[in-house]
């Protein structure tokens, strides 16, 4: 999941570089030309630290959930997969998982984790480029470059934030899941496979998949 959220970032990282120099130059009343250095050289930073940081927090975080999940889970029981519901199931996956997801949950799941993915990300981002900015100018003051890292930030992340959005509606539209969805009344992959649908099973040995790959941990039917 990295490697491909990773890529998408560098592939975007010259318009980034734009949007933020144009605060940069807003904000602080220089030139656009003046204001391409540290944009330049703080979204670098955030890009090739930044990231992979965030990408790190949210993998530790997926560990955590996975484990506090598990002692839940033998605590009350395994949950009820068929009166969740495949699609809840789902998307509860792709939060949980952003970090790694499993497999088989459709090409829709890759811009939906990264969407997830940008939350962490853009804080990361924030106080990465702040550094990187209170070297850069020796003259401003702590508060003040902080605020203009905000708000440059909340700019660019705008434009990846469309982006991420632009393609999961695309993918969503093409899933079997939507389809399934509509055609179903809102009761996705209605095969009856024994006690539960057969998207929810699919959904449910995803779970399981990620939960023995993370923790070395195998549920039992």
């Not at 949210?58 to 519901?85: C, D, F, H, N, Y």
Request: aromatic share 10%; hydrophobic share 55%.
């Amino acid at each position: 999941m990295i490697l491909v959220e990773w890529l998408a970032v560098i592939l975007a990282l010259v318009p980034v570089i734009l949007i933020e120099a144009a605060v940069y130059r807003r904000k602080l009343g220089i030139t656009y030309g003046k204001a391409l250095y540290p944009a330049g050289v703080a979204n670098l930073a955030s890009t090739f630290v930044g990231y992979p940081l965030a990408w790190i927090l949210r993998l530790i975080g997926q560990l955590v959930l996975t484990l506090l999940m598990l002692l839940v889970m033998k605590i009350v029981g395994e949950p009820a997969v068929r009166s969740i519901g495949a699609t809840t199931f789902n998307l509860m996956g792709v939060v949980v998982y952003s970090a790694w997801l499993p497999g088989d949950g459709g090409l829709w799941t890759l811009p939906a984790a990264s969407l997830v993915g940008l939350v962490p990300a853009y804080f990361v981002s924030v106080y990465s480029e702040a550094w990187v900015l209170r070297r850069l100018m020796r003259g401003e003051d702590r508060p003040a470059i902080m605020a203009l890292s905000y708000k440059a930030n909340l700019a660019s992340y705008f434009l990846l934030v469309a982006i991420a959005g632009v393609i999961l509606v695309r993918f969503l539209l093409r899933s079997q899941l939507f389809r399934a969805g509509v055609r179903g009344n809102l009761r996705p992959f209605q095969r009856r496979q024994g006690s539960g649908s057969g998207a929810s099973l699919v959904a449910y040995r995803s779970f399981r998949r990620v939960c023995v790959l993370s923790c070395g941990y195998e549920a039992h039917h």
